[in-house]
């Protein structure tokens, strides 16, 4: 189980335009191949980070999530959220559509019920 750990994302943000700027980069985390349990989203949104750039001006940004969260959904049958055992892909971009993600794993070893945040 892991309780206390978080997955970590890490990017640069560069503006490259003449005008200041926002951006948000949105990590979104693939379900494993293998499951079993409902069917799931290609990709789900799992966290955010908005930053606001002066022009040529980059900055880094962390997006932080607890493993657990990462990977759990509501499972309605047991009425508890449920942490699902298998390799999960990892996706930061700017949106959903975007045509290039940077990519990253990880595996969560055990399945885990638990009731609520």
């Not at 940004?61 to 959220?81: F, H, L, M, N």
């Amino acid at each position: 189980m892991l309780v206390n750990e978080n997955l970590v994302a890490t990017v640069k943000i560069t503006n490259t335009g003449l005008v200041a700027g926002k951006e948000i980069a949105q990590l979104y985390v693939v379900p494993p191949k293998t499951t079993t349990a409902v069917e799931r989203p290609l990709k789900e949104l799992k966290g955010f980070a908005k930053v606001a750039l002066e022009p040529k001006v980059s900055k880094t940004v962390t997006i932080e999530v607890p493993y657990k969260y990462a990977a759990s959904y509501y499972d309605v049958g047991a009425s508890k959220w449920y942490a699902e055992s298998g390799e999960y892909s990892v996706l930061v971009g700017n949106s959903s559509a975007s045509k290039k993600f940077l990519e990253g794993k990880f595996i969560l070893k055990n399945d885990e019920f638990w009731s609520g945040l």
